[in-house]
């Protein structure tokens, strides 16, 4: 079965400074998915980035960037410049990329981000 | 346009009580989900409706019907639920159940007094 774990329940940044929150995964697929979710309080959950596994380059999004580690089977995001509207819960997810059929989004248990300013 | 609405906003229900949720998308995605979400946790998938047909039922109790009257909307009737069923629903979807990509809606808190 497939697993994702995030080591950090919590953590906290200064404003404006970069803050790298941690994912690991373990899975006998070769090609998938991995993703980071954003759920503020206002509860709506936004995609953050995605990670394509058979892509060596790492996804950039604006401020968001990942370390993708497939060896390792690693998927870290950095966040550069954090501002007061990155404070979230943050989860990582996984997906098999498999065509035919319904697949599961596979989420870890999440990192609360704290912004201090 | 890629939103994904979800109504009501809050319910407060009785365990008697008929109620039903509702998400609707306008993107042209054919799946669509139901997840679960208590307080400080991951989502948990309920339900996923492909096609509207439904695809994944994972293992809900049947206090719970999903129902997918055409490709924009999808319903969550409730009925005689307990309160340990309170949590944050959340409606998403998806170009299709391969693709990668989830929309996720506001989602419904639900209150079982």
């Known amino acids: 079965a497939q697993t994702v774990t995030q080591s950090q329940p919590e953590m906290s940044v200064q404003e404006a400074e970069t803050v790298t929150l941690s994912c690991t995964y373990d899975?006998?697929?070769?090609?998938?998915?991995l993703f980071w979710y954003k759920q503020p309080p206002s509860r709506q959950m936004i995609l953050v980035i995605r990670q394509e596994a058979y892509k060596q380059q790492n996804a950039t999004e604006n401020r968001f960037s990942v370390n993708f580690q497939k060896a390792a089977k690693s998927f870290s995001l950095k966040i550069s410049d954090s501002q007061l509207g990155d404070a979230a819960m943050y989860f990582c997810?996984?997906?098999?990329?498999?065509?035919?059929?319904?697949?599961?989004?596979?989420f870890g248990q999440g990192t609360r981000l704290t912004i201090n300013p | 346009d890629t939103e994904v609405t979800q109504t009501p906003k809050h319910l407060v229900m009785g365990m008697t009580n008929k109620k039903s949720l509702k998400c609707e998308q306008h993107?042209?995605?054919?799946?669509m989900y139901w997840y679960k979400q208590k307080a400080k946790k991951p989502p948990e998938l309920m339900f996923v409706y492909s096609y509207e047909k439904l695809s994944i039922n994972e293992s809900v109790p049947s206090r719970f019907s999903p129902e997918c009257p055409n490709s924009s909307l999808l319903n969550l009737h409730l009925h005689a639920l307990q309160p340990e069923d309170s949590a944050l629903y959340l409606c998403a979807s998806s170009q299709g159940t391969w693709t990668y990509e989830q929309y996720f809606g506001p989602g419904t808190r639900l209150t079982v007094t």
């Open positions: 899975t006998s697929e070769s090609d998938y998915y």
């Open positions: 997810a996984y997906r098999p990329r498999i065509i035919q059929g319904a697949q599961k989004l596979v």
């Open positions: 993107m042209g995605h054919r799946a």
